[in-house]
């Protein structure tokens, strides 16, 4: 586990740069997870917060009746945000939360799915839920020896209450597509929901 994560640190750092800040977070009954803050060395008005601890483990199928210890997707979650508009540095807790989620719910995270906190993303923030996004683009996967999966980072991209219920009926690619269509900065923090009709 301690190797697999290792690794994930050495991957994210390559693709984001030194993190800048470091938080853990435990929950009853499961493993440990980190998230790094990496402000974008290009562009430093960027945050970029990644989740470490994740991927330690395989994503066990809810409806298996035995988890493999061994075989299945692992991976690691990624959210982009505009610096300085919000205080978006409160994101790490429920980041964690999230990235705690197929230990305590069994659920697999997917590109595609929705991730419902319940409660807003930080203080005062439109989003209480993300769309999980595919991977490749900003971190690549991380391929480990056989007969581990690759592990995956995962964008997060955050949802108003009406885009998470619109994405319910229509789908992750419909809304998507709504969203380049109007040209929505999904890093802003502060921003309303797309037009939805």
Known sequence: MGDVLALVEARLRSALGEPDARAA?????TDRIEVLRFV???????VRYA???????????????LADPVKGPR???VLSVRAGLADTDQVLRPLAVLAASPQVEGVVVAPGASLDLGEPLWGGAPFSSVLVAEPGGLVADLELDEPLDPVRFLPLLPMTGNE????????????????????TDLRDPLRRSVTLG
């Open 164 to 183: 998470a219920a619109w994405k319910r009926v229509h789908g992750a690619q419909e809304l998507q597509e709504r969203w380049l269509t109007h040209g």
């Open 75 to 77: 991976a690691e979650l």
């Open 25 to 29: 977070v435990t929950f009853l009954g």
């Open 40 to 46: 974008d060395s290009g562009d430093p008005a960027l």
């Open 51 to 65: 989740t470490l601890g994740m991927s330690a483990h395989p994503m066990a199928d809810p409806t298996a009746t």
